[in-house]
Antibody
Framework: EVQLVESGGGLVQPGGSLRLSCAVSGFTLNTYWMSWVRQAPGKGPEWVAM????????HYVDSLEGRLTVSRDNGKNLVFLQINNLRAEDTSRYYCVRHPVGLHAFDIWGQGTMVTVS | DIVMTVSPVSLSVTPGQPASISCKSSRSLMYDGKTHLYWYLQKPGQPPQLLIY???KRLSGVPDRFSGSGSGTDFTLEISRVEAEDVGIYYCVQGFQLPWTFGQGTTVDLK
């Protein structure tokens, strides 16, 4: 079964940092681009970061660039998102998502990990 | 950034009746012969799930009561006969230009 499982969220004080992890199973990670999408309570989703299949290409939403670092370890089937200098407005559920080959979309989502900045 | 605008914001539908959601993008989403417009459904308590890609192509397993249409900057998602499992928030999303952006969502519930 194809699965993405996020971890690493929690309650953090403003100015703090978190490293979110995404453990993947059921597919060969090194053939897929991956992204992180966040969703604040009661709001729509927002794409925040993307990483190519081999990790050589990274993109970030402009509003968060400089505070985010996306990375991956294909050998361990893991994708990461480091968030620094957390602010109250970063409070969201963070989803790890997979890009289907050939489509600019998200076909597999994890259940997400909640980050609360307070 | 490309702005995606949906209407209506909410829709209350009698089971078995049709529903239609409109989505407008602030610029054309066509590139290299493809239009990068996608529809997602977020059911309560779940992450969004991809329903339709490239305007009108249903993902495997998506019921054929769902259909997408449109071109350029105007798109529509139609549900021919709404069922209870269709309740949730529908998002149109553009994958033409980073940052990929979501519309604000249309909430569909049952009368």
């Amino acid at each position: 079964e194809v699965q993405l499982v996020e971890s690493g969220g929690g309650l953090v004080q403003p100015g703090g940092s978190l490293r979110l992890s995404c453990a993947v199973s059921g597919f060969t990670l090194n053939t897929y681009w991956m992204s992180w999408v966040r969703q604040a309570p009661g709001k729509g989703p927002e794409w925040v970061a993307m990483i190519s299949d081999d990790g050589s290409i990274k993109h970030y939403v402009d509003s968060l660039e400089g505070r985010l670092t996306v990375s991956r370890d294909n050998g361990k089937n893991l994708v990461f998102l480091q968030i620094n200098n957390l602010r109250a407005e970063d409070t969201s559920r963070y989803y790890c998502v997979r890009h289907p080959v050939g489509l600019h979309a998200f076909d597999i989502w994890g259940q997400g990990t909640m980050v609360t900045v307070s | 950034d490309i702005v995606m605008t949906v209407s209506p914001v909410s829709l209350s539908v009698t089971p078995g009746q049709p529903a239609s959601i409109s989505c407008k993008s602030s610029r054309s989403l066509m590139y290299d012969g493809k239009t990068h417009l996608y529809w997602y459904l977020q059911k309560p308590g779940q992450p969004p799930q991809l329903l339709i890609y490239d305007i009108s192509k249903r993902l495997s397993g998506v019921p054929d009561r769902f259909s997408g249409s449109g071109s350029g900057t105007d798109f529509t998602l139609e549900i021919s006969r709404v069922e209870a499992e269709d309740v949730g928030i529908y998002y149109c999303v553009q994958g033409f230009q980073l940052p990929w952006t979501f519309g604000q969502g249309t909430t569909v519930d049952l009368k």
